[in-house]
């Protein structure tokens, strides 16, 4: 018997905002923007409580405080450096 871990999903801000329905988040789930090109990623609430993302929401609060720029929560980190770290929380 298997179980599934939570993964992050990746949707392109610029295909999503026209489309409201495109926009919509799953219970439980949480849309973050990432990147110079602002790549919306939708990951499980429960990154929220790791160490290793609450180190990337303290940059986002030092770099944009509570007025994140798209509206939603901002990570200030690369795609790589957020793929990496999100990849980590699934393995465990």
Request: a neutral charge; proline letters at 7%; one cysteine or more.
């Amino acid at each position: 018997m298997g179980f599934r871990l939570p993964s992050i999903r990746r949707t392109s801000f610029a295909a999503n905002q026209t489309s409201s329905k495109g926009m919509e988040v799953p219970k439980g789930y949480l849309a973050v923007y990432v990147g110079e090109k602002m790549k919306r990623f939708v990951i499980p609430i429960s990154y929220l409580s790791q160490p290793s993302f609450q180190d990337m929401l303290s940059e986002a609060e030092e770099e944009f405080g509570y007025d994140h720029p798209m509206g939603g929560l901002t990570i200030p980190c690369s795609e790589d450096v957020f793929r990496s770290t999100t990849s980590h929380l699934n393995r465990h």
